[in-house]
């Protein structure tokens, strides 16, 4: 768990946490936060073996806590949890059996509740792949190129793995997450489920909304993603996908604008999407969960709980 100024929400996740725990579970917890706030909630569940502390305030980048994290766990399989995230009762049993049914795979993703600020259910954000079958790494790149529809909290990944791709690039402050389920895409089949065991809180505060707030930078954040990645489809694969992955950078970047107050900046993400044509504009409606992930702010926003 990469933590900083945390203490809003912490309490909340590690009590999702702590319903969940086995004894064979392993939290590793590492605050940068340059306060004792969030670390006197920590340690009132420090009692439990489990949870382990680390106060790091030299790390922080959530990318530099994350592959240390990864890299002092003592587990073969290891997730991500946010501080402001949520695990769902059966997490632990869920994961157990993805294990036990696919233990070659790389990577499992699964679907994630979305939640409001007050952990209120807003919707669900799935993934455009089947359900239960091993996914080969050409499908998944496919769609996963075109927009990053994977939910951090969800993916559960061999350590050995995450190793072996070195881990997340500490200079995408905000599409690491992206370029790591790429990388592990290709480092060995992936699963994805169909249960619900995470929760995504949506508020105004999270990376997600005050990251996007540099046009510039934040397109080329997506940018280098997808051309870091992009040559590893097929020559077909490529032609067919790559227009709708940067044009769903560029309605990325103008709903971001949006979110900002320039409301033509709507005008310009939907002449983008026509662009595609018919075929161009289903890829991307499939592949960018583009309604999933508006209309589940929009409905936190409406409510006063974004």
């Known amino acids: 768990m990469p933590v900083h100024d945390g203490a809003a929400w912490i309490g909340a996740t590690l009590d999702s946490l702590a319903a969940e725990l086995t004894g064979d579970l392993q939290i590793i917890i590492i ?23 680390l106060r790091r305030k030299d790390l922080g980048p959530w990318q530099s806590k994350t592959n240390l994290g990864v890299e002092l766990a003592a587990a073969d399989y290891v997730c991500i949890l946010h501080q402001d995230d949520l695990w769902l009762p059966g997490r632990i049993e869920a994961a157990r059996r993805w294990l036990a049914d696919a233990p070659e795979a790389a990577l499992h993703l699964a679907p994630t509740a979305i939640v409001d600020r007050h952990g209120r259910r807003m919707g669900c954000w799935n993934c455009p792949l089947p359900t239960e079958k091993v996914l080969e790494s050409e499908f998944l790149l496919e769609r996963l190129l075109v927009q990053n529809f994977v ?3 969800a993916p559960i990944f061999r350590r050995s793995a995450w190793l072996a791709c070195g881990g997340m690039d500490e200079m995408l402050w905000y ?20 249960e619900i065991t995470t929760a ?4 105004g505060d999270s990376l997600t909304v005050t990251g996007s707030r540099d046009a510039n930078e934040f397109r080329s954040q997506m940018q280098t993603v997808l051309e870091r990645h992009l040559y590893r489809l097929s020559a077909r694969s490529r032609r067919q996908i790559e227009s709708a992955a940067r044009a769903s950078i560029s309605v990325n970047v103008s709903l971001a604008a949006a979110s900002g107050g320039d409301l033509k900046a709507l005008v310009r ?28 702010r929009l409905r936190a926003k409406l409510t006063g709980a974004f």
Not at 175 to 194: F, N, P, R
């Open 31 to 53: 605050d940068s936060s340059p306060t004792n706030a969030t670390a006197a909630i920590v340690e009132r569940f420090l009692y439990r073996p489990a949870f382990r502390l």
């Open 151 to 153: 939910s951090v909290p």
């Open 175 to 194: 599409t690491a997450d992206w370029d790591m389920w790429a990388k592990l895409a290709v480092a060995g089949s992936v699963v994805y489920h169909k």
């Open 200 to 203: 995504f809180r949506v508020h």
């Open 269 to 296: 993400a939907a002449r983008t999407m026509l662009s595609l044509g018919p075929t161009g504009l289903r890829r991307y409606l499939r592949d960018s969960r583009l309604l999933e992930r508006v209309m589940c």
